[in-house]
């Protein structure tokens, strides 16, 4: 590469896609519908739509400026907007992130491809503000309401709005013992299946699939359990045309489907496999499997890469011949699907499919920003596979310095957050940002990471801050090892829970030289008095019982071993954070400065758990860098003298 490539093209230019939606118009056109969020517009996140596959077409803003949509459930949110096609018009219902309150707008979709839909009526709120957090919800077409979910006095609720009457009070259809969400409805609108949990158990350990008639007037009979729960987590529950409920559970070790045809009790495995069909429910919103019209697609992780699987209901399975192998938010509908998808050399865009009759397939694919580098620039990833934590078989993503290095180079271990979540192979400009400066990178799916199957998300339990600890090490010690790292220039950084990994391995290991993170858990003690409710009982389950095991907690938290980190760190914080506060930050930086270690924090006022601000990602960035290169005594290199487009 002849040049690094610039801070303002690998972070803050590139809108984050979400929760695409397939719609059926007037004419039998398909239409498109998708969120992006815009760092440039201080991580506003705005609804769009245009025709299916139709990537010259217009495409309509649905939710311009002030309207920024977001729900603030369980503080990650995630299931914002809902739409369907109601004589010939759509439907949009969201979440607004100014009130927090349920919207209407209708529009008209044309018939003619030449023609932009266009607003039926104003924006209506439908509900008042004030009356709790909303999310996840759908359209009940038949009774011409919306059911959703509604976070209120510290428990969630599924609750139904009129879609005719504003400022309203949602009204509660079932009180759950704690969380739930996920509501889906039959096709006959005579039963509705949701999903429970209740701590200390998370979702992706332990959860429960529900279902209940719907009289006519819209009211919930007794709710059964028909899955999950002692352990086993269930994920997505849809119906099918036919009446059958298909639902992701993990019992055999995977996350696989089963099938409850109608009329029946039991369950079928039609498609075991050791694979996932799911992922961790940290938000709503997400989709992995969808009905085409006539089958079933699916995405399904092996060894950390995605897939599209077409699965018939006799059990049969056909992979689908596609390029890229990091895949989310799959929805289908008469033949189409839509994912959001990358791979090693096309950043996150649209990937669009026309499934056809017999096994052809055709796509479509437009990233939503262009890539700044040429292919041939490009680090791609390679799988590394090492020996973790007792001595386990452990998987990371390496990517090798696209500068020619004369020997070992400097490397970047990032701890990724979750911790259930995992490193992807798709294109991160971040990272091609270090690799284009000289430096390795190894992105690691450490102890608990998904995409492995439970028992690798298992190893966590009891273990963090020890399990991911011994892994990042580990990956780096493999690349010394092999002559691709240098033993004097290792870096290591993480946001959230991957901030924490950091800190415990500054603490803990000989290995790395300089660290960062951002909003890093520094104190585990802290954190299990004061979080929000999402998380009130996690650390039960990732280190032990609270507060019986309060000396574990101590063993492990950073912030109670400050003197045993070496070396400089560099920290990031927003002060609206409210699921790390600010004080865990401010405490830790000053136990290090106390201990005369080289330390630099940054705080920035309009910035909570996760920089959404496309000035704070570039700075963020520019700095680490900058920090890492001071105090691992590297030669800081020159600006590009060509900048790529802005």
Not at 223 to 248: D, E, K, Y
Not at 481 to 510: M, N, R, V, Y
């Amino acid at each position: 590469m002849s040049q690094p490539l610039p801070s303002h093209n690998a972070v803050g230019k590139v809108p984050t896609l979400k929760e695409p939606q397939l719609v059926e118009g007037r004419d039998g056109a398909i239409w498109l519908l998708w969120l992006e969020q815009r760092p440039h517009e201080r991580g506003r996140t705005t609804a769009l739509i245009r025709r299916f596959k139709a990537v010259d077409n217009p495409v309509t803003e649905l939710t311009p400026q002030p309207i920024n949509l977001r729900s603030r459930v369980h503080d990650y949110g995630g299931g914002v907007i809902s739409a369907d096609v109601l004589n010939g018009e759509l439907l949009l219902a969201w979440i607004d992130g100014q009130d927090g309150c349920l919207w209407r707008q209708d529009w008209a979709l044309p018939e003619s491809t030449e023609e932009a839909p266009s607003p039926r009526m104003a924006p209506r709120r439908l509900t008042t503000p004030g009356a709790g957090k909303l999310a996840d919800g759908l359209i009940d077409r038949s009774r011409s309401r919306w059911i959703g979910v509604r976070e209120i006095d510290g428990r969630d609720q599924l609750v139904h709005v009129d879609l005719e009457t504003s400022d309203q009070e949602p009204v509660v259809l079932h009180q759950p013992a704690d969380f739930a969400g996920y509501a889906c409805i039959s096709p006959d609108h005579q039963q509705l299946a949701w999903v429970e949990w209740q701590q200390p158990a998370m979702p992706w350990d332990s959860s429960e699939l529900y279902c209940a008639a719907l009289d006519p007037d819209g009211c919930l009979g007794p709710p059964r359990r028909l899955a999950g729960g002692n352990g086993v987590s269930v994920f997505q529950p849809q119906w099918l045309p036919n009446g059958s409920l298909l639902v992701a559970e993990d019992s055999s070790g995977w996350w696989n489907l089963m099938l409850r045809p109608p009329g029946t009790e039991q369950w079928h495995r039609p498609w075991p496999m050791a694979a996932e069909t799911a992922m961790p429910q940290w938000i709503y919103g997400m989709s992995t499997t969808s009905w085409t019209g006539e089958e079933l697609l699916a995405s399904v992780c092996v060894d950390g890469r995605w897939q599209l699987n077409k699965l018939s209901l006799d059990g049969g399975t056909e992979a689908i011949d596609q390029p890229f192998d990091d895949l989310a938010g799959l929805r289908a509908l008469n033949g189409c699907a839509v994912a959001i998808a990358s791979n090693s050399h096309t950043g996150q865009g649209l990937l669009e499919l026309t499934l056809y009759p017999g096994a052809s397939v055709a796509w479509r694919h437009r990233p939503a920003v262009d890539a700044p580098l040429d292919q041939e620039e490009i680090s791609i990833a390679e799988p590394l596979w090492f020996s973790g934590h007792g001595g386990q078989r452990t998987h990371a993503w390496y990517y090798p310095p696209s500068r020619p290095a004369t020997g070992p180079a400097p490397l970047l271990v990032k701890s990724h957050s979750g911790p259930t979540a995992m490193a992807r192979r798709g294109l991160n400009l971040a990272i091609q940002y270090w690799t284009s400066r000289g430096w390795g990178v190894v992105d690691v799916n450490y102890g608990g990471s998904t995409g492995f199957g439970r028992a690798y998300r298992e190893r966590l339990n009891g273990g963090w801050g020890a399990v991911d600890v011994d892994d990042c090490a580990a990956a780096a010690q493999a690349l010394m090892d092999a002559g691709k790292a240098h033993p004097e220039q290792i870096a290591i950084e993480g946001g959230s829970a991957g901030g924490f990994t950091t800190l415990a391995c500054l603490c803990f290991t000989e290995i790395f030289r300089v660290g960062a993170c951002r909003y890093a858990v520094c104190d585990l003690t802290a954190m299990a008095e004061d979080t929000h409710r999402f998380e009130a009982r996690y650390l039960d389950g990732l280190v032990g019982a609270w507060p019986e095991q309060r000396a574990l907690y101590n063993a492990r938290s950073p912030l109670q071993h400050a003197d045993r980190i070496r070396c400089p760190v560099l920290f990031f914080q927003g002060l609206d954070d409210k699921v790390v506060p600010p004080e865990q930050t401010e405490r830790m930086a000053a136990a290090l400065t106390a201990n005369g270690i080289a330390v630099d924090i940054r705080l920035f006022k309009d910035e909570g758990h996760g920089f959404r601000n496309q000035s704070t990602q570039i700075q963020v960035l520019e700095e680490t860098e900058a920090f890492f290169r001071k105090h691992l005594g590297l030669d800081a290199l020159p600006e590009p003298t060509q900048k790529c487009s802005p």
